[in-house]
């Protein structure tokens, strides 16, 4: 008897726990079912905890989304494959509440779970489940009904799937826009497990209607399963049968269903033969590119070198040239901010497929004016694609013709424009390389460190750090580390500061050899600068790198000028000496 009790007790517990008024206990004991399965075993689990949990389902979301989502993983709980179908009753239940999430997570596991029935144990139990569902009374149980067809279809026997089509195309003609829009949604998912001849009689009439409701939130739905029934289907038949509906779509009176088009318009266009897609789906798509709305341009512009690969070799430059570029050309100075990034982080991919002379033409010009635009989104997307140009036209034409602009933005009068190319230059760097940087960009680097403003001063100095994490130590020594330390000389105090600034960045990327001569050597001199601000700073400098200085150097050359700016006349120097002397200790 002890022993009955002691096995009732989990089974207890867990009532106890579901039936409390606090969520997050109730929400606990679900998240324990199968520690609380495997105690019982699995036909306790199927007699009683099941059945249970079956009549439970009233409770807040947050407790059945997690009981839907637990029960998906619970077959081997409750015997294997051959009773999947014992979970089906709850999860049924779930299938038909009102909150949305718990009913794509119940469906979600009603998928699961009926993937392990059998196909007689489908149409015995998974079957009947789906109709009811799509009979209920309330949309709900209809609209969760949608998602479970391609796999009752997958299952079934040829009868069956007769049936399943016909209460199928029931849920496409739902009189609740939130059922047809399921339904809409699953569309594609549904004709890839059909033959080719089931899905030209039953899906494309169906695709046809969706695309052409009265509600754009079904019809975008619609549109989206073009691309995967085109798949299914030969050339010809996407020609007759989806291209109409791809055409209207493209002019749709709704932005929400032009913008789903736009998105999936590379996926499409692998579908369809080379004359369509050379004549139509080039029009198409530069009328998207047009688009009145924002959203719309922009979902555009991100397939935009997408949609190029994929247009016929023979054509592709006249298709370009003649219809895409003049729509861009027109983005480049759209009013819209995310339209101008979504196409400078595309445009530049343009080139390869174009060549050299079109690229020179055409495509350059583009590019300088992104360059001087004013988002600096677009300016880095630019910036960022740089080499996939210079692959095409050669380093030598990118230095005449880009990167007199870049170097223009680098000089130019607002300083946050300067500030911004700073952030941009290592990315530049590693595109182009050590030895075209050299020539071009160090003088840059360094000019900005003698920079009239200390925001633009500071960036370049953290600067330095990503360029020799780029090019590495040898590099500093002999390119960087040279003009720094030359700087100490300088005669405006500014400038000598920087060096310090400098070498805060600088002292963790470079090798121990060049902190413990050049770097002290600099130090050292600083420390006797006629300026207190630059003493200090040295002092504080010496704090901040002590971890990379070698403990002879700290004895014979850094102590020493250390206790030196201690009795310093200036309270500022004496406190900071004090500080990196401990730093040092």
Same mark, same amino acid.
């Not at 067809?149 to 026997?157: D, F, G, I, N, Q």
């Given at each position: ?25 109730? @929400?606990?004991?679900?998240?324990? @079912? ?39 993983? &619970? ?19 779930? /299938? ?19 993937? $392990? ?71 594609? $998912?549904?004709? =890839? ?6 899905? =030209? ?7 046809? $209607? #969706? ?14 399963? *073009? ?8 050339? *010809?038949?996407?020609?007759? @049968? ?10 749709? =009176? ?11 318009? /590379? ?15 080039? #029009?198409? &798509? ?20 997408? &949609? ?16 895409? #570029? ?13 339209? =101008? ?29 992104? @360059? ?27 230095? +005449? ?11 130019? +009068?607002?300083?946050? %424009? ?51 994490? /780029? ?14 330390? *030359? ?23 470079? !090798? ?18 006629? %300026? ?10 010496? !704090? ?19 206790? +030196? ?21």
């Amino acid at each position: 008897m002890a022993s009955t009790d002691e096995s009732l007790y989990p089974i207890a517990v867990l009532i106890d726990e579901l039936r409390n008024e606090d969520v997050q206990l109730r @929400l606990n004991s679900i998240k324990k @079912l199968s520690t609380i399965a495997v105690a019982l075993g699995v036909e306790r689990t199927r007699n009683e905890l099941i059945p249970f949990l079956t009549d439970t389902v009233d409770d807040e979301d947050e407790v059945l989304w997690a009981l839907a989502e637990q029960l998906g993983s &619970f077959i081997g709980l409750v015997g294997g494959p051959g009773y999947a179908h014992c979970l089906l009753p709850p999860l049924e239940s779930l /299938a038909t509440v009102e909150e949305t999430v718990v009913r794509d997570k119940a469906v979600e596991s009603l998928v699961a779970v009926a993937e $392990q029935h059998s196909q007689s144990d489908c149409e015995t139990h998974f079957v009947p489940l789906v109709k009811r569902l799509s009979q209920g009374d309330w949309f709900t149980s209809r609209s969760s009904a949608c998602g479970l067809y391609t796999v009752a279809y997958r299952l079934s026997s040829a009868n069956i799937q007769s049936e399943l089509r016909q209460h199928f195309r029931s849920l496409c003609s739902d009189d609740t826009p939130m059922v047809r829009r399921s339904a809409a949604s699953r569309l594609g $998912q549904f004709a =890839k497990e059909m033959s080719l001849d089931y899905v =030209k009689s039953d899906i494309v009439p169906l695709f046809a $209607q #969706l695309a052409a409701d009265d509600q754009d939130s079904v019809r975008l739905l619609a549109v989206e399963s *073009a691309a995967p029934i085109a798949e299914i289907l030969n050339q *010809a038949d996407v020609e007759s @049968l989806v291209m109409p509906v791809v055409r209207l779509a493209t002019t749709d =009176k709704s932005w929400r269903v032009r913008y789903m088009i736009a998105d999936k318009f /590379a996926d499409l266009q692998k579908s369809v033969s080379s004359e369509t897609n050379r004549n139509e789906l080039v #029009l198409a &798509f530069s009328s998207l590119l047009k688009d009145s709305e924002a959203e719309v341009r922009a979902a555009a512009c991100q397939k935009l070198k997408t &949609f190029c690969e994929h247009l016929p070799e023979s054509n592709r430059v006249d298709a370009i040239l003649q219809e895409i #570029l003049p729509c861009a050309e027109a983005l480049v100075s759209d009013g819209n901010q995310h339209v =101008k990034t979504a196409l400078a982080s595309v445009v530049m991919g343009l080139a390869p497929l174009l060549g050299k002379e079109p690229t020179l033409e055409h495509l350059l010009p583009l590019f300088l004016t992104q @360059l001087r635009d004013e988002c600096p989104e677009v300016r880095l997307n630019i910036i960022s694609n740089l080499d996939s140009v210079s692959k095409v036209i050669g380093i030598s034409q990118l230095s +005449q013709s880009l990167l007199p602009a870049i170097v223009e933005l680098a000089e130019d +009068q607002k300083w946050r %424009v300067r500030l911004a190319i700073i952030e941009y230059m290592p990315l530049l760097a590693s595109q182009l390389g050590v030895e075209f940087f050299n020539e071009k960009f160090n003088p840059l680097c360094m000019a900005w460190l003698a920079d009239n403003v200390y925001a633009v001063r500071e960036a370049a100095a953290s600067n330095l750090r990503r360029l020799v994490e /780029a090019f590495g130590s040898d590099w500093a020594k002999v390119h960087l580390i040279p003009k720094v330390l *030359a700087m100490s000389q300088d005669p405006n105090y500014l400038h000598r500061l920087t060096t310090l600034f400098c070498i805060n960045v600088l002292a963790g990327v470079v !090798t121990s050899d060049i902190v413990n001569t050049s770097i002290v050597a600099a130090l050292r001199q600083l420390a006797t600068d006629s %300026v207190a601000n630059v003493r200090f700073n040295v002092a504080k400098t010496v !704090t901040l790198i002590s971890s990379t200085l070698g403990r002879e150097v700290v004895d014979q050359s850094i102590k020493p000028a250390l206790q +030196q700016l201690a009795t310093d006349s200036d309270v500022d120097v004496k406190f900071y000496a004090q500080e990196a002397l401990s730093a040092v200790a």
